[in-house]
């Protein structure tokens, strides 16, 4: 018999196990795969962005979806400064890079897990892994962990942190989804988080790896405008990607639903008004009259989109440019600033990042991450409704709910 028992070796669980054991009690890990932090390993790159530098928690929270305001008191207990003390503690040192992203100095992920795995080892946890979860079933007082080789483990306290169901090869199978339900809990439509976007275009080879610094995109739903970001962005084979359309996956994947058409409205020039854009158009036109207007686009816009950007405006690229119109200008302008291309998909759920959805957080505790359904229950990390944008805020998050996952359990008489 256990006091507590921590399913899922990720960085919530490890988080969890070690705390929960640092603490004083008899606590168990079980991993389904052969090893801790598969997922951990590939986040940043293999590099590991494990945090923001964002020094207010509200302005923290700003950067998750809605529900991300259930992570308030796990970010006033353990922040990112704590989880930096933590790991310099450790051993381990950090860098800052553009947008407040935490990385160790090493560039190595597998420093952080190292770090993770003695952790929870030093701290008196057992650890088991190749043993995957089937079921977990209430006793009175008492969890019964039930293992596909039939291993019963018993335990006082069971804390999920099995993962959503991104990357699967890291051992994430919505396993946890399926036990939460089962002991009464809701969980919200699991969802791919943090992906890219497949287009409806026949030039997407074309484009392949032309990308962007700072380009506005907006999303159309039936030709509602339902939402705006601005960012760095990639054209790939498949489509767009890049952080600003990753962080606006999620919402062009629920307004896949029910839509007769989604599009996305790219802003090559954010930096420019339309009036501006024409007036530097003007100032080209009026230099080089006998420019080509295809050369001429060049000023403005990478090589490989000038063609097909012509070619949706229906504009002879060969026309030069004494020979363009007022009229004609300001198309080009508009065009610009307004180029729309169909969605047709956003990129599967195994291939997301992060999952959205999960349990439904107004049935845990957010003080303690305990289930208010089930007593003795308690969830950490992917697994619950919370995710956010990319710069490692989705890690704080799992790193704190399973802090605070792992420090609750206390009172276990």
């Not at 030709?223 to 999620?250: D, Q, V």
């Not at 009259?289 to 063609?307: D, G, H, M, T, W």
């Not at 950007?309 to 610009?336: H, P, T, W, Y």
Request: a positive charge.
């Amino acid at each position: 018999m256990f006091d507590v028992i921590v399913i899922g070796a990720g960085p919530s669980g490890m988080m969890a196990a070690g705390r929960s054991a640092e603490l004083g009690n008899n606590t168990l890990l079980i991993e389904k795969t052969d090893s801790s932090g598969k997922k951990l390993l590939l986040s940043g790159s293999a590099r590991c962005n494990i945090t923001n530098t964002c020094e207010r928690v509200e302005d923290f929270i700003s950067n998750f979806s809605e529900s991300g305001k259930f992570l308030r008191n796990a970010f006033s207990v353990f922040f990112n400064k704590e989880l930096l003390r933590f790991f310099r503690k450790r051993g381990l040192d950090f860098k800052v890079e553009r947008g407040g992203k935490v990385f160790p100095i090493t560039d190595k992920a597998s420093d952080v897990l190292a770090i993770l795995v003695k952790y929870v080892k030093d701290s008196g946890c057992k650890i088991v892994y190749r043993k995957e979860v089937l079921d977990v079933i209430k006793r009175g007082d008492v969890f019964d962990v039930i293992a596909k080789d039939n291993t019963i483990f018993s335990a006082k306290k069971v804390i999920l942190a099995a993962g959503g169901l991104s990357y699967p090869r890291t051992g994430s199978s919505g396993f946890g989804f399926h036990i939460a339900k089962k002991l009464g809990h809701t969980v919200m439509k699991p969802r791919p988080g943090l992906t890219g976007v497949i287009l409806k275009s026949n030039f997407l080879k074309e484009w392949q790896g032309v990308s962007f610094d700072d380009a506005a995109v907006s999303v159309y739903k039936d030709n509602l405008l339902i939402h705006e970001g601005r960012g760095e962005m990639i054209f790939t084979h498949f489509g767009i990607s890049g952080p600003i359309i990753m962080h606006m996956s999620a919402i062009i994947y629920d307004a896949l639903e029910g839509a007769k058409r989604v599009f996305l409205s790219i802003d090559f020039k954010p930096e420019m008004s339309a009036a501006a854009l024409e007036e530097a158009f003007q100032k080209e036109f009026k230099d080089f009259p006998a420019r080509k207007i295809s050369n001429a686009l060049k000023e403005f816009v990478p090589a490989r989109l000038v063609r097909r950007i012509l070619e949706a405006m229906r504009f002879d690229g060969d026309k030069r440019l004494s020979q363009v119109s007022i009229e004609e200008r300001r198309i080009i302008a508009g065009k610009l600033k307004d180029f729309r291309m169909t969605v047709l998909f956003v990129r599967p759920i195994q291939e997301a990042m992060v999952t959205c959805g999960g349990v439904s957080v107004k049935e845990i505790d957010p003080k303690t991450m305990e289930s208010r359904i089930v007593k003795g229950l308690y969830f950490a990390g992917e697994l619950i409704d919370v995710d956010g944008k990319t710069g490692g805020y989705n890690l704080q998050a799992a790193f704190s709910t399973g802090w605070v996952a792992g420090g609750s359990p206390k009172d276990l008489s």
